[in-house]
């Protein structure tokens, strides 16, 4: 810690990966990413990110003593504890194996016989499997390559392998990319999940350690973990629909490329993720340019005839002109919300606005309000959204009667859907050049 302090920096080795490190739609972001900038902020330092392509390789620079900390969502382990020192733990993770739709049932692990089955090299699921196998050899051996759990994820989606072991965080997020996979078994309970401290048993990790001790156990980063948990993992925890995710990345191949420059434009003219707008018009339409609802609501983003008219749309049903008076509108609700609201929550609010009208949303806040809540935190909103369909509750509202559930249901499907266009479409991060073929940072 003193160390970071007095050169002004902290090094961190990490994988580019959808729960660690990656290229978001406002710059870099993930679970790791954010945390650890946090503490650089508690210490007043620069951090500064090393990545590389695997958790070996993780493991390989964190044995040289040039990183300050190695945060990967890495489990402590009894054979990693050998080699590394550990801080405190942050969150828990629970080993599943991961399988695909239409490989055979898997009552037990020694049922993988036959199969192709795949861990990443370094893992801690190498070694969850050599302390199986010790007790049952009629369990198979599995291969062990030089890859990221993420990538053998998407190998058993493409059918290359039939299984492998990934934390069920990370096998929850990825399911939404991959659609097709499926946690057959949880293998053993929750571990705990830490940054590794480099430089071994030493007066600087001593330090770096109590520190991080007394950082993790502060209320404010209690809040921190919290809100990182809603924002990475959070979405994971929704009712999965197989059929409309698979229809979803179909559509990615052969609809969106026509529709994503129109996208693009509306979301650089209104300053809005390009890939939200296209989730919107994903949940609203599926992409189609003459929907039409029962309501009467038309077109790619299902505007009112009266939106519409108040956006400078003429023709609801094409496609361009829908798109841009979408943005519009929703860039106009943004705008409308108090900025007591932080930005990280701005489109929620927004997104429940364009589903259930702003009346409600407001009828919402005033709740969440009235009982001692913070009416800007969109948990509470999306807690309290249920009972205004509630006649005890909604006859006391303003504007009544809402589809409370349908409302909640629409936002987190919504960006549960930008999340998933913007990583498919997210560009890889590529390794740092100065690192050596190992893994090892070089000298």
């Known amino acids: ?7 002004g920096y902290l090094n961190v080795v ?74 405190p733990k942050y969150r828990t993770a629970v080993p599943v194996l991961v399988c695909r739709r239409g490989v055979r049932v898997i009552s037990e692990l020694s049922d993988l016989a036959g199969l192709q089955f795949h861990l990443a090299a370094g893992t801690s699921f190498v070694d969850l499997l050599q302390a199986l196998r010790a007790t049952n050899d009629a369990i198979p ?16 989606a493409a059918k290359r392998i039939d299984c492998t072991i990934a934390d069920d965080h990370v096998f929850a997020l990825n399911r939404r990319y991959l659609p097709t996979l499926e946690a057959r078994m949880e293998l053993g309970e929750g571990v705990p999940v830490a940054w590794i401290l480099g430089g071994g048993h030493s007066w600087r990790n001593a330090s770096l350690s109590r520190d991080l001790e007394h950082w993790m156990a502060q209320p404010e980063t209690t809040v921190l973990l919290a809100q990182l948990e809603a924002r990475y993992f959070a979405v994971a925890d929704t009712e999965f629909d197989y059929v409309d995710l698979s229809r979803l990345r179909r559509a990615m191949r052969q609809v969106l490329p026509k529709l994503r420059d129109d996208f693009e434009a509306a979301a650089k003219r209104y300053d809005l993720p390009w890939s939200l707008l296209a989730a919107i018009a994903w949940r609203e339409s599926h992409w189609k340019a003459d929907a039409v609802s029962r309501t009467g609501v038309r077109g790619m983003m299902m505007l009112t005839r009266l939106t519409a008219r108040e956006q400078g749309v003429t023709n609801r049903l094409d496609a361009a002109q829908s798109i841009r008076g979408g943005a519009r509108y929703f860039a ?29 949303m407001i009828d919402a806040r005033q709740l969440v309000a009235a009982r001692g809540g913070d009416p800007d935190l969109w948990a509470n909103i999306a807690a309290i959204l ?56 070089a000298r």
């Open 1 to 7: 810690m003193r160390e970071a302090q007095e050169n």
């Open 14 to 87: 990490t994988v580019n990966a959808s729960v660690t490190y990656y290229e978001g739609r406002d710059g870099l972001a993930g679970f790791e990413y954010d945390l650890v900038r946090a503490y650089g902020e508690h210490l007043g330092v620069e951090v500064k990110f090393q990545v590389v392509p695997t958790i070996e390789a993780v493991l390989q620079a964190a044995k040289t003593g040039q990183i300050g900390l190695a945060a990967s969502g890495l489990s402590v382990t009894a054979g990693r504890r050998e080699h590394f020192v550990f801080g």
């Open 141 to 156: 051996a599995p291969k062990i390559v030089a890859s990221s759990v993420e990538a053998l994820l998407a190998d058993v």
């Open 332 to 360: 106009s609700l943004i705008r409308r919300l108090p900025d007591t609201i932080e930005p990280d929550q701005r489109y929620a609010f927004a997104l429940a606005a364009y589903n259930m009208g702003w009346g409600h």
């Open 386 to 441: 249920p009972e205004l369909q509630i006649k005890a509750v909604y006859k006391t509202l303003p504007h009544g009667y809402a589809r409370g559930r349908e409302g909640e249901a629409y936002v987190q499907a919504v960006l549960n859907f930008a999340d998933i266009i913007e990583k498919v479409h997210a560009q890889p991060i590529l390794p740092e050049p100065d690192l050596a073929a190992d893994g090892t940072l």
